[in-house]
């Protein structure tokens, strides 16, 4: 399948994110299938995930989640790209998995944060990855689905590339207050 023209759209639910492997992955392991407010709903998996295994990935070294996130970036893509274009959606609200890396890119590079500087990253994220005001909104048009192309690779990016930009922009407030006021 290579594009939104084969089919007509689909509903992410339970038994299509069951269809596929890359579809567990940008579902956010089901937690972009919340009702209400998916990013956010995945953005809190991505926290609890990173909590829990930040005990092995973060024990005495930066490489565990370095790595982690590395593989993260490509495997997303993969995944983000092919559920798009098996929902038949540019860029669905139940696809995640780009909340989900971007939130342990900050999480990785705050810590050791305390809960509530976790809760202030947290916040700023879900600010800038809702509102999109500057360069997230930027980022979320430029990969946007032109008229008459098919969702392939370049969206499957796009549905990444805003997030890590509200990623860059969150560690950015947090830099510069601990800058000024730390």
Same mark, same amino acid.
């Given at each position: 399948?290579?594009?939104?023209? *084969? ?14 492997? +890359?579809? @567990? ?11 209400? +407010?998916?990013? #956010?709903?995945? #953005?809190?998996? *991505?926290? $609890?995930?990173?909590?829990?295994? !930040? ?14 996130? *590395? ?6 893509? @993969? $995944?983000?790209?092919? #559920? ?6 540019? !860029? ?5 998995? !780009? ?10 590079? /705050? ?24 360069? /997230? ?15 392939? @690779? ?8 805003? !997030?890590?930009?509200? *990623? ?15």
């Amino acid at each position: 399948m290579t594009g939104a023209a *084969a089919m007509p759209p689909q509903r992410p639910s339970a038994r299509f994110m069951r269809g596929h492997p +890359a579809h @567990w992955i940008a579902f956010g392991f089901g937690s972009g299938l919340s009702p209400k +407010a998916p990013g #956010t709903v995945g #953005t809190l998996w *991505a926290w $609890a995930a990173f909590v829990v295994a !930040d005990r092995w990935l973060g024990a005495g070294s930066p490489w565990g989640w370095a790595l982690v996130i *590395a593989a993260s970036l490509p495997l997303g893509w @993969w $995944a983000c790209t092919r #559920t798009a274009q098996h929902l038949g959606l540019a !860029d669905p609200g139940a696809i995640v998995w !780009d909340e989900v890396i971007a939130f342990w890119l900050i999480l990785w590079l /705050v810590m050791p944060a305390g809960l509530v500087g976790q809760a202030v990253a947290f916040g700023l994220f879900r600010f800038f990855d809702a509102a999109k005001p500057g360069p /997230v909104g930027w980022a979320d048009r430029r990969y946007k689905l032109r008229p008459g192309q098919a969702i392939g @690779w370049r969206q499957g990016w796009g549905i990444l590339f805003d !997030d890590l930009v509200a *990623a860059l922009c969150t560690l950015l407030v947090i830099a510069l207050w601990q800058r000024l006021f730390g």
